[in-house]
């Protein structure tokens, strides 16, 4: 079953001799459930892309379908309620609200959505993430590793139906790196979660389903590894 749909998707910076096409015309499917990294060369397209599916930056011309969903032709309010409740963000720099501690940032998608935390969810997430006994932790008294696990568990804690993650260990060391690709990979199977990563790293690609490589903002290879 096809989680997301991508078609013909174009998006120009600038204009006449200014003019950048950072994607163009790319298309592509993937099902539920599927892990698929996401490589290609420094400005190829890769984090504009990732962006443009979760709903953060808007496309020149094209469709993205998520969860059977057209994305860009929700209104305003609608895409705010899409990103927080279809879709999980990690990022490479954590994101992370400095005041706030560890339970909070895991709880705010849910918190802004106006909704109850599932004491549950969170204790799962909590004690899967390593970060029991950590709860009341803030940012700064964290390990990078430990505040990429939380950002993570604000991703998932929302049960989103697509998990995306831009460089997700670029500040981490090898071994840190691997522990939240694990993490990722094990969310993947264990929520039956689809992730999308964009990485430079070509060993945390082979870990995945499928590589998709990107560059001039078209799709230039698209690799099954693992069904």
């Not at 490589?39 to 984090?47: A, E, F, M, Q």
């Not at 979660?193 to 430079?200: E, K, N």
């Given at each position: 079953?096809?989680?997301?749909?991508?078609?013909?998707l174009t998006k120009v910076y600038g204009s006449g001799e200014n003019e950048v096409r950072a994607l163009d015309g790319v298309s592509f499917s993937v099902e539920k459930g599927q892990f698929v990294a996401i490589?290609?060369?420094?400005?190829?397209?890769?984090?504009t892309l990732l962006h443009i599916l979760g709903g953060v930056d808007t496309p020149t011309s094209g469709k993205v379908y998520v969860d059977g969903q057209d994305v860009y032709a929700k209104g305003d309010?609608?895409?705010?309620?899409f990103r927080r409740r279809e879709v999980g963000l990690v990022y490479q720099f954590y994101n992370l609200i400095p005041v706030l501690d560890v339970r909070e940032n895991i709880t705010l998608p849910v918190l802004m959505d106006g909704r109850r935390v599932?004491?549950?969810?969170?204790?799962?997430?909590?004690?899967?993430?390593?970060l029991v006994g950590r709860e009341k932790h803030l940012p700064n008294q964290l390990s990078g590793g430990q505040q990429q696990r939380v950002s993570i568990g604000r991703a998932l804690m929302n049960a989103p139906a697509v998990v995306l993650a831009d460089e997700p260990t670029g500040n981490l060391d090898s071994k840190a790196s691997q522990e939240i690709v694990d993490l990722l990979k094990y969310s993947n199977r264990r929520y039956d979660?689809?992730?999308?990563?964009?990485?430079?790293d070509e060993n945390i690609a082979l870990q995945a389903d499928r590589v998709l490589a990107i560059e001039d903002g078209r799709v230039i290879r698209d690799e099954v590894l693992r069904k």
């Open positions: 079953m096809e989680i997301l749909w991508v078609e013909n490589i290609g060369p420094s400005g190829s397209g890769k984090s309010t609608e895409l705010a309620i599932n004491e549950d969810r969170l204790k799962e997430l909590l004690d899967i993430l390593g979660q689809t992730l999308i990563v964009i990485t430079h």
